[in-house]
């Protein structure tokens, strides 16, 4: 879900926060926020317009959010703006192809974590010399027992991709809550990051 706005102009700006949750009027949980992320830090002053965007890749076809944008002055205080109610499609959840080149594999830490019924495993592929690659997105328990395939199979390069568990194992079975492991494996490359799932 890639989320936009504009400043016309911008007045001891010190940055942005981006806040979601499921209900109009309460439960908003911070997503993102300048101290972390620099696509996130304001112009602090400034007399011309400036672009901002945030991509939130934890959405699920079907469901409804709503967002509140918040720029945070020098001293430290809040505006809010919103919320904005969102709608989302399966269209959204397609693979993200990039215009930049991307030179790595990555596993990026789920969202949310923890997390109770679902969450978001993204990764990106990097630029390949052949068409696709075989990558393989597994879960498995404490044991080192592998509990769920997620994915296995051919992807294209240089796109980020998303996958929703939902908890479950390959059989379909409700897994106990605790912590698992999501790994990834291409080529000569393996990685991996700890989930916990809550009930």
């Given at each position: 879900m890639l989320l936009k706005w504009r400043t016309e102009s911008e007045v001891e700006n010190l940055g942005f926060e981006i806040y979601r949750s499921l209900m109009s009027t309460e439960g908003f949980q911070l997503l993102?926020?300048?101290?972390?992320?620099?696509?996130?830090k304001g112009?602090?002053?400034?007399?011309?317009?400036?672009?901002?965007?945030?991509?939130?890749?934890?959405?699920?076809?079907?469901?409804?959010?709503?967002?509140?944008?918040?720029?945070?002055?020098?001293?430290?205080?809040?505006?809010?703006?919103?919320?904005?109610?969102?709608?989302?499609?399966?269209g959204d959840l397609?693979?993200?192809?990039?215009?930049?080149?991307?030179?790595?594999f990555r596993l990026y830490p789920n969202q949310?974590?923890?997390?109770?019924?679902?969450?978001?495993?993204?990764?990106?592929?990097?630029?390949?010399?052949?068409?696709?690659?075989?990558?393989?997105?597994n879960i498995f328990n404490l044991q080192g027992q592998k509990v769920r395939t997620l994915f296995n199979g051919a992807l294209t390069g240089n796109a980020r991709y998303r996958l929703q568990w939902d908890g479950a194992g390959d059989a379909g079975q409700p897994l106990p809550a605790g912590i698992y492991f999501v790994v990834l494996q291409a080529r000569d490359?393996?990685?991996s990051i700890k989930v916990c799932l809550v009930k």
């Amino acid at each position: 879900m890639l989320l936009k706005w504009r400043t016309e102009s911008e007045v001891e700006n010190l940055g942005f926060e981006i806040y979601r949750s499921l209900m109009s009027t309460e439960g908003f949980q911070l997503l993102d926020s300048y101290r972390t992320n620099p696509a996130l830090k304001g112009q602090i002053n400034s007399s011309v317009a400036h672009d901002y965007r945030y991509e939130d890749y934890a959405v699920f076809p079907g469901e409804a959010y709503y967002y509140k944008l918040a720029d945070v002055d020098l001293k430290g205080r809040r505006t809010f703006h919103g919320p904005l109610k969102v709608q989302v499609t399966q269209g959204d959840l397609n693979a993200e192809v990039f215009t930049s080149l991307v030179k790595n594999f990555r596993l990026y830490p789920n969202q949310p974590n923890p997390f109770n019924p679902s969450t978001a495993i993204i990764f990106d592929v990097p630029q390949l010399e052949q068409s696709e690659v075989n990558l393989s997105i597994n879960i498995f328990n404490l044991q080192g027992q592998k509990v769920r395939t997620l994915f296995n199979g051919a992807l294209t390069g240089n796109a980020r991709y998303r996958l929703q568990w939902d908890g479950a194992g390959d059989a379909g079975q409700p897994l106990p809550a605790g912590i698992y492991f999501v790994v990834l494996q291409a080529r000569d490359v393996k990685q991996s990051i700890k989930v916990c799932l809550v009930k």
